[in-house]
């Protein structure tokens, strides 16, 4: 069982952006342009806590939970990655057509074990909408290890 949680450097984080937008909100009252970094700040803030409090999630041999919702392995039709990495935002697709997003705000060592637990234990779903097979291929590829290709042969030389 390995459980992932989110990173603590949000919820100060949030805190800080809470206070700062505070701050240039007061500062708002005599000068009106501080009225918009006061709403970005505020903007942050809310962003920040919603990542800080994110579920849970627990990764079993048999089943993935996020919070106190647990799903099966056997379940998960496909795994899709975004282009966000942190934080790490998932498309799962599970049996029946239901759809779940998973979004985990930890540091970028953790998000990356997740995505490849995740991979590896998610055996016959499709990865990346590639099947399973293809889709171990190029996570192979990506490590860095070379997979040998059809022979091509070379032509010699006419001089």
């Known amino acids: 069982m390995t459980r992932y949680a989110p990173a603590r450097h949000y919820l100060p ?3 800080a952006a809470f206070a700062l937008s505070v701050f240039s909100g007061w500062c708002g009252w005599n000068w009106k342009p501080a009225f918009v970094p006061a709403f970005l ?3 942050s803030s809310g962003l920040l806590l919603f990542l800080a409090t994110r579920p849970v999630i627990i990764i079993r ?8 919702r647990s799903y099966l392995w056997s379940e998960v039709e496909s795994l899709d990655t975004t282009g966000w990495s942190v934080p790490l935002v998932l498309n799962i697709t599970l ?3 239901r759809f779940l997003r998973l979004i985990y705000a930890g540091d970028p060592e953790s998000a990356g074990r997740l ?5 590896r234990l998610a055996r016959g779903a499709r990865i990346d909408s590639l099947p399973a097979i293809l889709g ?3 996570a192979t590829r990506r490590r860095g290890r070379r997979i040998p290709g059809p022979a091509v042969p070379r032509r010699a030389s006419g001089r």
Do not use: Y
């Open 13 to 15: 984080g949030a805190v």
């Open 41 to 43: 700040l505020l903007f």
């Open 61 to 68: 041999d048999k089943s993935l939970s996020v919070g106190d």
């Open 95 to 97: 049996r029946g057509d």
């Open 115 to 119: 995505l490849r637990q995740m991979r």
């Open 136 to 138: 171990r291929c190029s």
